[in-house]
């Protein structure tokens, strides 16, 4: 059987992707339906759109498929250690130190500084004001992971770390700077007046800092601190060897990347749906009225209702349209289609999550269906799947559901323009616009 392809020249094909992601695999997805072929014909890029054929992916032998190859790209940012370039049993053996920091009994020991990042950001808003809301969010995020995730305590080395990060990440947030990433031969170092030369700059300054951070860390020893960087340097892989410095520091780097942007997206989002639908706010506000005055954070992390509108709002515009490509090592067949080494397949999450036949209307806003039924790993995976799932994705969700908690349950906010917000991309993800804008009506004491 042959797959379907567009018959778009590829430079066209590839600025509709950067410029009008959305739209590229909206029309594809309506024209192709569950499968279709982008690319080579010898090495096809294959977009997989149907629940069966994803189960079979991410169900496959892990020996199977590539991921980390297909990264690369991500290298001048990540650096080479990080688990994302990673493939087989190097990267195996990187996830087995990950994973714990993030269990879930372990994320109890962070409810209380995410919920505090949460008060403090937002106590500074005022009656009237006008908030851009990204630039918020995105303080927010960046300080949980800051504390979370680094163990940095506030103080300079904590406010150079936060300029530097926003700067580094502002630099490949517009779609434009986005061609940098799919576009390497772009990448001139003009000195400071060209975008590439700045970002090497500012990379440069994280990199140092970060080597120092971990050298006194490591001297430092003090077993009682609870980040994930503390846990890092007390782990050891099975042969007993410690995680070497470049190892954390770029494990760093993927985890505030990986991390901190896309929770600030989903979140920015979550505002913009629970904000443009006041029946959503008010049950939001009801559920939580029922936990009483001062709820405890892990009481407000099991509310079903805030649950679903941050499962629902991963689903509608997720993060990322797809996850990590799978690239094929030996030969494998999904759904009767044969494929040769070298193809890649991309679950595509957009288009799954955009199925009529399992989420009716689906362009409507419903945090309800996921209230009445369950879905599986294959019909929704907002943080990917298999061997490669996000490792993060507690914490994610931990953070959605408490800030949004903290905001709805403290401020009454409107809609600046009742013009539906449209995504947009950032560097290789989806994300609101940067300036949308919520204007503060009413502060209560929560
Ligand atoms: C809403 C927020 C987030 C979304 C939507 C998200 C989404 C994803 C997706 C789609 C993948 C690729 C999975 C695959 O290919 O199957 C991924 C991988 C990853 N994520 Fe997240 N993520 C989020 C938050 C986080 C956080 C908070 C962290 C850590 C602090 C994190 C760390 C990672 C890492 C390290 C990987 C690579 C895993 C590997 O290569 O084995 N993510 N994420």
Not at 40 to 69: C, L, R, W
Not at 132 to 149: F, G, M, P
Not at 252 to 267: D, I, K, N, Y
Not at 298 to 315: F, H, M, N, Q
């Amino acid at each position: 059987m042959i797959l379907p392809r567009p018959t778009t020249p590829r430079f066209l094909r590839t600025l509709k992707l950067i410029f009008r992601p959305v739209e590229y695999l909206d029309d594809y997805g309506q024209q192709f339906g569950d499968m279709f072929a982008v690319g080579s014909e010898d090495y096809p890029f294959v977009y997989v759109n149907h629940p069966k054929a994803i189960q079979e992916i991410f169900t496959a032998d892990k020996e199977i498929f590539d991921s980390g190859k297909g990264n690369a790209v991500l290298k001048f940012l990540l650096g080479a250690n990080s688990i994302t370039l990673l493939d087989g049993e190097p990267h195996q053996r990187q996830r087995k130190l990950l994973i714990p920091p993030f269990y879930a009994e372990r994320l109890r020991a962070y409810h209380q500084i995410i919920d505090n990042i949460a008060q403090e950001v937002t106590n500074k808003w005022q009656e009237g004001q006008i908030i851009r809301v990204r630039t918020h969010i995105q303080d927010i995020t960046l300080q949980v992971i800051l504390q979370v995730v680094f163990g940095l305590e506030q103080g300079q080395r904590y406010d150079q770390l936060r300029d530097l990060l926003t700067t580094l990440l502002e630099a490949l947030s517009t779609p434009l700077s986005s061609t940098l990433l799919f576009f390497p031969q772009l990448r001139q170092d003009w000195g400071n007046f060209s975008p590439w030369g700045r970002f090497l700059r500012c990379k440069q300054q994280v990199d140092e800092l970060l080597r120092r951070e971990i050298q006194e860390r490591r001297q430092e020893n003090n077993l009682d601190k609870e980040d994930i960087l503390s846990l890092l340097l007390a782990t050891s892989y099975e042969d007993g060897k410690p995680m070497t410095d470049e190892e954390i520091r770029d494990e760093l780097m993927t985890m505030l990347v990986a991390g901190h942007e896309t929770t600030a997206s989903a979140l920015t989002w979550a505002l913009y749906w629970v904000y443009s639908q006041p029946i959503i706010k008010d049950k939001l506000r009801f559920e939580l009225s029922g936990l009483g005055k001062n709820p405890s954070p892990s009481d407000i992390a099991k509310l079903p209702y805030l649950g679903a509108v941050c499962s629902e709002t991963l689903r509608i515009y997720p993060v990322a349209l797809t996850p990590f490509p799978r690239i094929l090592k030996k030969p494998f067949d999904v759904m009767g289609y044969h494929f040769n080494p070298g193809t890649v397949l991309t679950p595509c999450i957009y288009l799954v999550h955009q199925r009529e036949d399992l989420y009716p209307e689906p362009k409507k806003f419903k945090p309800e269906r996921f209230l009445e039924r369950q879905y599986s790993p294959y019909e929704y995976f907002p943080f990917g799947g298999g061997n490669r799932r996000c490792i993060g994705l507690s914490l994610a969700m931990l953070e959605m559901k408490l800030i949004l908690a903290a905001i709805v349950s403290r401020f009454d906010l409107a809609l600046t323009t009742h013009r539906p917000l449209k995504p947009v991309r950032r560097g290789l993800t989806l994300a609101p616009p940067g300036n949308f804008k919520l204007k503060v009506k009413a502060k209560f004491n929560a």
